[in-house]
């Protein structure tokens, strides 16, 4: 496709059950980045693939949260026992190289929801 | 944590009228960048201006950047209905494990009126 496509665009879960959130990056594009959106508020940095290095992973709130990147192109979040503050709107964005001057390109999110 | 902060957080205008949106920043940085969100979507990055740039243009849009005063300001000219959106600034630094990761102010909802 054109564009990043995130999937689900919406998720409702259990507390305490484990989500996975799906992020296909623009072919070509090397970095990848994972962001959460609160409600009404700016985006905070989750974690970040460049190629094959090591991934960034500074900005994940807990041990509850891990990423992987198979292959250079998919990732997936993942998020065990999810609790109620884990809800959110989670966006993935992709970019050609990780240079300063790389614009990123967004998907348009996963709306998770933690009853 | 937040690094940006943004004014004002919400701004409704008619159409045709300029609209004029802040950011402040904490750091020192590489770039700033300028981006949208319509409701339920993703970001579409707008402009970028590095810091030794003090000004810059596309289209109706004017961005301005002052790092003494660590602070942007993007303009709009002549707006239009179908800018009604969440404008973000988002502050750039290179750090060698972070590529270029994205410090998001927190928005300004423009609203514009036909």
């Known amino acids: 496709g054109a564009g990043v496509s995130q999937s689900p665009s919406n998720k409702v879960t259990e507390k305490g059950k484990d989500v996975e959130l799906r992020c296909d990056p623009i072919s070509g594009h090397t970095a990848l980045y994972w962001y959460r959106q609160s409600l009404g508020q700016g985006l905070e940095f989750l974690i970040y693939f460049q190629g094959n290095s090591a991934p960034d992973k500074s900005g994940l709130p807990s041990d509850r949260f891990s990423a992987e990147r198979t292959g250079g192109s998919v990732s997936t979040l993942t998020i065990q026992r999810t609790q109620q503050e884990d809800s959110a709107v989670y966006l993935c964005?992709?970019?050609?190289?990780?240079?300063?001057?790389?614009?990123?390109?967004f998907g348009d999110g996963t709306r998770l929801s933690i009853l | 944590s937040q690094q940006g902060e943004e004014d004002p957080q919400a701004l409704s205008i008619q159409e045709g009228e300029n609209a004029t949106m802040n950011c402040s920043y904490k750091?020192?940085?590489?770039?700033l960048q300028w981006y949208r969100q319509n409701s339920g979507r993703g970001l579409v990055h707008l402009i970028l201006?590095?810091?030794?740039?003090r000004e810059k243009h596309s289209g109706r849009l004017r961005v301005t950047l002052d790092t003494s005063k660590k602070s942007s300001s993007l303009l709009i000219t002549a707006s239009r209905a179908a800018d009604t959106a969440s404008y973000f600034c988002a502050t750039a630094e290179a750090r060698e494990t972070s590529g270029s990761r994205l410090t998001f102010g927190e928005g300004t909802q423009l609203t514009v009126n036909p």
């Open positions: 964005a992709s970019s050609l190289a990780s240079g300063l001057d790389q614009p990123q390109h």
């Open positions: 201006i590095r810091s030794n740039e």
């Open positions: 750091t020192s940085i590489n770039n």
